[in-house]
């Protein structure tokens, strides 16, 4: 039987936002404790050697986050492993490069180039209002933070602007219909779309309806969205493909008469060709995919297979 905290991750188990190949190892890098649970986040080792391609090797790694060039959030990390997930801010001031933690369409983490005055403040969700000893007021976001004495307006599900210097909330985003929302969770992860409504389901997941930039709507759990910005404006998020799958797009593109950037059309072919052996000859079939114009996919040739009359004489 296991005794204490698992210090070991599979390649094949770990998560598929990660982005790893399955044959680089056995074993994948597994994140320390922090603020971030190990399924939501990605360990800067990840993020240095395998995206920003600042070192090849493990040591090599090491060796960058003990030079403390690494910050993130504002404080040093030495630990390759720590978590950085959703929104979180890592800088590297000898570089003068400075990253925010996105999601892509697809739910895959994306590594967003940001300026330095972005990287002052970072968007997070509250988690949890409540009264803390000597009746200070307190909430508790995503990431582990606890903010004192919030505005009073700022309830469960809303989205405070925080400054990352004093930990201070500057300015808060109430969870309502109307409100620009980041999905960060479950099938429609990385997705980006305005609230429309929620369903209250009492003892179940209360579910939100949400329209994306090309009008299609899908539904999510409420723990899985997180508001963004009052209206349709942005703020400190950056809408890979306007935050909808390419599929949406292109099906909006021909609702509206015109043909989507993307699309191509193509014909199956079955292509013979001869294979040598020693004294056989044997003819070897293969697929060649075609590119043909649109008012060719109009039309395809049959061969036919039999003649014949089928009920009352046809």
Not at 24 to 46: D, N, Y
Not at 231 to 258: D, I, M
């Amino acid at each position: 039987m296991a005794r204490g905290p698992k210090k070991h991750l599979k390649r094949l188990n770990a998560p598929k936002k990660w982005m790893l190949d399955k044959l680089s190892g056995k074993f994948a890098p597994r994140p320390s404790a922090g603020p971030h649970k190990l399924r939501e986040s990605m360990p800067l080792i990840v993020l240095i050697r395998n995206k920003l391609k600042y070192a090849l090797t493990y040591n090599e790694t090491k060796k960058v986050t003990m030079s403390r060039a690494i910050k993130v959030d504002g404080k040093v990390r030495t630990d390759m492993c720590f978590p950085t997930g959703f929104m979180d801010v890592v800088s590297i001031d000898k570089t003068g490069e400075y990253f925010r933690m996105l999601f892509d369409v697809k739910g895959r983490f994306l590594i967003h180039r940001i300026k330095k005055e972005e990287s002052a403040y970072k968007l997070c969700n509250v988690k949890s209002v409540r009264t803390a000893a000597k009746g200070v007021p307190v909430i508790t976001t995503h990431d582990g933070r606890t903010i004192r004495y919030p505005d009073p307006m700022i309830k469960l599900h809303d989205t405070v602007k925080v400054d990352i210097a004093t930990n201070k909330a500057v300015d808060f985003i109430k969870f309502e219909p109307g409100n620009l929302a980041y999905i960060t969770g479950g099938q429609n992860c990385g997705r980006i779309g305005i609230i429309t409504h929620k369903e209250k389901h009492p003892g179940s997941f209360d579910i939100v309806h949400v329209k994306d930039s090309v009008g299609h709507s899908f539904a999510t759990r409420l723990t899985n969205v997180f508001p963004d910005w009052k209206g349709q404006a942005s703020l400190g998020v950056a809408p890979t493909r306007k935050g909808c799958p390419t599929q949406y797009r292109r099906r909006k593109g021909q609702e509206n008469g015109r043909e989507s950037k993307g699309d191509v059309i193509y014909r199956f072919f079955l292509v013979l060709s001869k294979t040598k052996k020693k004294k056989k000859k044997k003819m070897k079939g293969r697929f060649l995919i075609h590119r043909i114009k649109k008012e060719e996919s109009a039309y395809k040739l049959c061969n036919v297979k039999s003649v014949r009359t089928a009920a009352k004489g046809v």
